[in-house]
């Protein structure tokens, strides 16, 4: 299986335009590192997993307020998954 490369700008636009396929790319180009960054936080695999998944459903809705001027799209979902791993994913 060969994997898409896409830039973050364009990455960006795909979100914000609501673009099912956009998700799916952001999880094969992020989705390992950032369950690697939540899995040291939360040092359980079901919990990371889940601070994962809502890590990208919060992604999804509030993409149209990205923009790619200012904000880098892995600090971005670094952020939300932090803040979601501090609060343990409970919500």
Avoid at 12 to 17: Q, R
Wanted: charged letters at 25%; proline letters at 1%.
């Amino acid at each position: 299986m060969i994997k898409e490369v896409i830039k973050d700008e364009q990455l960006v636009s795909m979100l914000k335009a609501h673009q099912p396929k956009s998700i799916e790319l952001a999880y094969e180009k992020y989705g390992a590192a950032l369950y690697g960054c939540i899995l040291q936080w939360v040092k359980d695999e079901g919990v990371a997993a889940t601070v994962l998944e809502k890590t990208f459903i919060e992604l999804w809705h509030t993409c149209q307020h990205i923009n790619c001027h200012k904000h880098n799209i892995f600090c971005l979902m670094y952020s939300i998954a932090r803040r979601l791993a501090n609060g343990k994913a409970e919500r």
